[in-house]
């Protein structure tokens, strides 16, 4: 029987990241994927495909030139789903092949096959062909992520009624898409077939969507998808879902409404991915959604010697949060020192246009009584904006009138996801709004947004920071400064 320092079941972001940052402690780790290609629901069907197709659907719409050329333009006319799956499948294949060296030079084993603890010491695994290997460990990290929810009364047949793992399995754009459930994935999949011009309708259950997100952002979203055509049925409940004789989808709702198109994405949430595992073999004890309890400084389950990481413990459930959990994980249990996790971290919504957010809403500050103000920058007004043709999009910020440190960041529009990391940065550092107000930006850029937010923020608070003194120079530096320009041919 073979034994390994560390076994890691799932080969997604959690779990390839304990497994190199064990090998990089010199342990011997083996890797045990159930799926024929390692990567993980990032990669096969949730991160990697989704993106990837939005690229996609955004080039060749030409959506992003539409400020400029109007809403017909298009840079190819018809697009169908085998454009989609063309460029899907060569991005997957090079995520692949990245994760497949990535492991050989850091001498990870890998293993094809469901594993199944036999204790808390022991693994079965059981390949495509039913051949079963046992394999000893010291420690172990369960990163099996999770599995779209699959409710009874939806007759799934993976074309006309699909969820987000068939949806992109075999790619194809729908004359008309329902979304049932306006979480993250509900939201990124209406907008990118929205964007194809798709009629879409969103039906959510609640009165809201996305809550983590500030209401002020939302009401700006909400605004530019309605804008666009697209129907958002808040407070909406499926009672079931049937197909027709023509072999359309039909959402029945407990109204008696019915909303009737060529596709209906079921995305009502997802499952811990624990139901094989034999958890009550080992000790480890999941919830009622399948998912596990950890200690969240160490990621230990109860059972001291196996660890948990990525979607299977639940919230925030994102592929950057799981890599740094697998390898907080495998420091851990290797006794190596662990950085201080920090105390914010971006959440990125890539759905057209992109959200994204740091730090406290403003209805957490409220709450919270912190007495703050805001500013808000439109990206409209910033002279990249116009370069871009940009119509929309807008960045708040949220700044502590005590301290004056920044509290919060949130951007609606094209490069929020690129753009909070300035935030983020600003945030964790625990600097103040004078950051951006003392700092020059590179011009014309979309980050020029900050100083405009902070700007707008700063000239509504009291002057508790003296502004710098005006001090004449001497004239030997006011000659040297000419010197300098000129030298730099100014
Ligand atoms: C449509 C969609 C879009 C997303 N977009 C983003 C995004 O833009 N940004 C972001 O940060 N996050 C995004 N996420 C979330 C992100 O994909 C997850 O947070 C991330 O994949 C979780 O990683 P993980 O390591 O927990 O495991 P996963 O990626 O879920 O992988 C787990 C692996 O374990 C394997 N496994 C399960 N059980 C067993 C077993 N018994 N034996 C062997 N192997 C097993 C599975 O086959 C799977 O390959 C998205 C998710 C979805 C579904
Ligand atoms: N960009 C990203 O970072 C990104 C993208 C996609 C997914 N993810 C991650 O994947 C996870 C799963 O996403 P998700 O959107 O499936 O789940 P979710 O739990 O976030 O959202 C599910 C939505 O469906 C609604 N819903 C619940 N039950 C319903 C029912 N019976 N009928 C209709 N609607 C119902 C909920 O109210 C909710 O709005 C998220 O936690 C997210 O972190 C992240």
Redesign the pocket.
């Known amino acids: 029987m073979e034994h390994f320092d560390l076994v890691v ?8 990241r304990a497994a190199i940052q064990a090998a990089k402690l010199g342990k011997s780790v083996m890797v ?4 024929q290609r ?10 990697i ?3 990837t197709l939005r690229e996609t659907v955004l080039n060749l719409s030409g959506w992003r030139e539409r400020g400029f050329y109007g809403l017909s333009y298009r840079v190819k006319k018809d697009i169908e789903g085998k454009d989609l799956g063309a460029r899907l499948n060569k991005t997957l294949d090079y995520e692949v092949e990245v994760l497949e060296h990535q492991f050989a030079r850091n001498g990870v084993e890998t293993m094809s ?4 603890f036999r204790d808390d010491h022991h693994i079965v ?1 059981t390949d495509l062909n039913g051949e079963t290997q046992t394999i000893s460990f010291d420690f172990a990290v369960i ?4 599995t ?1 929810y699959r409710p009874g009364n939806i007759p799934f047949d993976d074309h006309t009624i699909v969820d ?2 068939s949806l ?1 399995a075999e790619p194809r754009v729908p004359r008309s898409l329902t979304v049932v459930g306006a979480g ?2 509900g939201i ?2 209406a907008t990118i077939f929205s964007a194809l011009d798709v009629p879409v309708t969103l039906i959510e259950p609640r009165d809201t969507y996305l809550d983590f997100i500030d209401r002020e952002i939302i009401e700006e979203f909400s605004h530019d998808l309605r804008k666009r055509g697209m129907t958002i049925r808040l407070g909406a409940k499926v009672d079931r879902v049937e197909k027709d004789a023509q072999g359309w989808a039909i959402a029945i709702l407990t109204d008696g409404r019915q909303i009737r198109s060529d596709m209906l994405l079921y995305a009502a949430g ?1 499952m811990g ?2 139901m ?2 034999g958890l009550e073999a080992c000790g480890v004890v999941p919830d009622e959604r399948g998912r596990l309890k950890v200690d969240p400084a160490t990621f230990q389950t109860e059972v001291r010697n196996i660890y948990a ?4 413990i639940g919230f925030p ?7 740094e959990q ?1 390898r907080i994980a495998a420091l851990h249990a290797f006794g190596a020192s662990m950085p201080p996790a920090p105390e914010f971290f971006p959440y ?3 759905a057209v246009p992109e959200i994204s957010t740091v730090g406290l809403t403003e209805q957490q500050v409220r709450a919270q009584n912190i007495p703050y103000e805001c500013g808000v920058a439109r990206f409209r007004e910033t002279s990249r904006g116009h370069i871009m043709g940009l119509q929309s999009g807008m960045m708040k910020m949220i700044v502590s009138l005590e301290t004056r440190k920044l509290l919060g960041v949130h951007i609606v529009g094209e490069g929020a996801t690129e753009l909070i990391h300035i935030g983020q940065a600003v945030l964790n550092l625990g600097a103040t709004l004078d950051y951006f107000v003392e700092n020059t930006f590179n011009y014309p850029t979309l980050a020029e947004a900050y100083k405009i937010a902070a700007l707008d923020a700063w000239n509504r608070m009291p002057r508790t920071k003296p502004i710098a003194p005006i001090v004449e120079e001497p004239e030997i530096q006011v000659t040297r400064r000419k010197a300098r320009a000129g030298q730099a041919g100014a």
Do not use: C, F, Q
């Open positions: 079941i799932g080969s997604g972001p959690a779990g390839r045990i994927e159930r799926r390692v990567g993980g629901v990032s990669v096969h069907t949730g991160t495909p989704s993106k096959g469901n594993a199944r695994v990163a099996v992520g999770t779209p987000s793992d992109v993250v994935i990124e999949y997802r991915a624990t094989d595992l990481a990525g979607d299977v459930s994102l592929a950057s949060t799981s890599m697998g990125g919504i890539y």
